[in-house]
């Protein structure tokens, strides 16, 4: 009976996983003709439309599908392993992975069909197809089953074993549930309430304004949805594969608390340029981002420290001689490695955005689609690489086939992202604006711009080369003999808590505090809004539509 639980949990990690490297793959490709597009460089397909019906459909897989599948398929492998016992809610497991599927298919069917070229940040007053909608609308539903039985799972256990801390990587991942689950209260919100009646005909205006700040609710916590997988692993997986403890199990809780409490209140530094919201919540916004850097520092801080207790135990000797001693040869310990640098690189990105001055010299500029690309494609997708290489033994019964080609990967990936992101930077700060198809290179003010986009073109294609390597790694390991795996197996931290406040083993006190500071932080920017008469007519962006403009 046991052994039919284990199993029915890796198949649900299994599939959701699969699915996410499956929509992975042309995703990555879509994103490396993107910049073959906006480079001097002769492109297939060479078509605006397509262009921007291309960035939508990238946006989309890798914003909402992907993250969403592989956090999903994470959790249930952490909560029937971490917990040492059977899964709770399989069957609500199921039907979540098939409404997130259905979903899924619907968005991206009507990307397809080139009517929903708005981007995944939908940017009202344009609007697309209804069906594109109800996709989205679908998916998120769908995986707020995940975190209701992430939630459910916690407190079940927390009953059986009353007084028991609750295992970190557990309530890691209840902690990534609940952002996500405030996280997205800002775009349903939006869905329902503002761009689903308009494209419905219900209404004959769209509150663009409204639509704006309603999904900056959901935009920069939804970073922190797609980076919590990630930390988990930094925290959980890291120290057990390099040999060693973690360093402080008190720091990763409140690691994740902190990313609960203060990745929330501070969307509207998104919208320092859009005019519907004054200087002073601006500002405010601004300096409550700067509190999202402390769990990053705080973990860069014990990520170290827990490696070097691991190159320590391996005789490393010296300032700095536990770093080569480290098992560099383990796909996970090279990963946080190269996941460090990128972090760094695109956290200083950062510090410039959520600035208040600073972000008006990069505003809107491909200097922005760096930093996001180095933060979530980087740093965060590297270690979901890196975590599907450790589970795949786990959740298939067969070993990893070539750690060689794994790495191999882990550095096309690295080196690929670093290429394509740095020329990026520095033409964002040239002038160039991002979510442009077409340039005129010919123009003294561009040329200058051409080489470093060309570099930028040969960092996209690494990055396409590294993603098929991922799905060749992936697909022998299934293939081969079938062979009985450890479980999975989490970090112990030196020092082992016995007991814990409840502060640190539950989340009702920062659930608390995060409605106090969404109420503090969105309440007058929304409710603004029905005082303002501020709806303007919507643009319908379709195929057709686009062409016609061009003509015009």
């Given amino acids: 009976m046991k052994g039919q639980a284990v199993h029915n949990s890796s198949r649900l990690a299994f ?12 995703a990555i490709a879509l994103g490396a003709w993107q ?74 069917a009507v990307i397809v069909s080139g009517r929903a070229s708005v981007l995944y940040t939908f940017y009202p007053p344009l609007l697309a197809s209804a069906w594109y909608y109800f996709g989205v609308l679908l998916l998120i539903g769908g995986s707020m089953i995940w975190v209701m039985l992430m939630v459910y799972n916690m407190v079940a256990w927390k009953r059986d074993n009353p007084g028991q801390p609750v295992p970190l990587a557990m309530f890691a991942i209840t902690a990534t549930a609940l952002l996500w689950a405030w996280a997205a209260s800002g775009v349903t919100i939006e869905l329902l309430g503002v761009l689903l009646p308009r494209a419905l005909g219900l209404t004959t205006q769209i509150d663009a304004g409204l639509g704006r700040t309603l999904f900056s609710v959901t935009l920069h916590a939804i970073v922190y949805f797609w980076l919590m997988p990630a930390y988990i692993a930094f925290y959980t997986l890291v120290p057990q594969a390099a040999g060693g403890r973690l360093y402080s199990d008190t ?28 200087a002073g919540l601006k500002f405010v916004q601004s300096f409550l981002t700067f509190f999202i850097a402390l769990p990053t520092l705080l973990t860069v801080f014990s990520i170290c420290a827990s490696l070097e207790i691991a190159g320590r135990a391996r005789g490393g000797k010296g300032l700095l001689g536990w770093i080569p001693v480290l098992p560099w040869k383990e796909p996970m310990v090279l990963a946080v490695g190269l996941s460090l640098v990128m972090l760094g690189l695109g956290g200083f990105g950062g510090l410039i955005n959520m600035s208040y001055a600073m972000n008006s010299m990069i505003h809107n500029t491909s200097w922005v689609t760096a930093h996001f690309h180095l933060i979530f494609g980087g740093a965060v997708v590297i270690m979901y690489f890196a975590v599907a290489y450790e589970m795949w033994p786990r959740i298939t019964s067969r070993p990893l086939r070539s750690k060689a080609l794994a790495r191999w ?30 340039f005129d290179y010919s123009d003294p003010f561009v040329a200058p711009m051409g080489p470093l986009v060309i570099i930028s073109v040969v960092g996209g294609a690494i990055l396409l080369l590294s993603a098929i390597l991922l799905i060749v790694v992936l697909v022998r390991s299934q293939l081969g003999e079938r062979h009985l795996e450890a479980p999975l197996r989490y970090a112990l931290a030196v020092n ?38 501020s709806s303007v007519p919507a643009y319908e962006v379709t195929r057709s539509s686009t062409i016609a403009a061009g003509v015009r």
């Avoid at 999903?72 to 997130?100: D, E």
């Avoid at 882990?410 to 077409?438: D, E, K, N, S």
């Fill in 496 to 533: 082992p808590p016995k007991v814990l406040p409840p502060s640190l083993n539950g989340f009702a006190l920062w659930n608390t505090i995060v409605m106090v500071l969404m109420l503090f932080a969105y309440g007058y920017p929304i409710g603004q809004f029905f005082v303002l008469k």
């Fill in 15 to 26: 599939y959701h996983c699969w699915v996410a490297f499956a929509v992975f793959l042309p």
């Fill in 35 to 108: 910049m073959l597009m906006r480079s001097p460089l002769p492109a297939p397909l060479d078509d605006p439309n397509a262009y921007y019906t291309s960035v939508t459909l990238h946006g989309t897989a890798m914003a909402y599908v992907i993250t969403t599948f592989f956090a999903m398929g994470f959790g249930y492998a952490v909560a029937a392993t971490s917990l040492g016992r059977p899964l709770r809610g399989v069957a609500a497991a199921w039907i979540g992975f098939v409404i997130c599927l259905i979903g899924s298919v619907m968005a991206v």
């Fill in 251 to 278: 720091m990763g809780r409140l690691t994740f608390i902190m990313f609960l409490v203060f990745s929330l209140p501070v969307g509207m530094h998104h919208l320092f340029a859009d005019p519907e919201h004054g």
């Fill in 409 to 438: 990967q882990l550095w096309l990936w690295f080196w690929g992202m670093i290429i394509a992101t740095i020329p990026w930077h520095i033409t964002g700060l040239m002038g160039q604006p991002r979510r442009v198809a077409v």
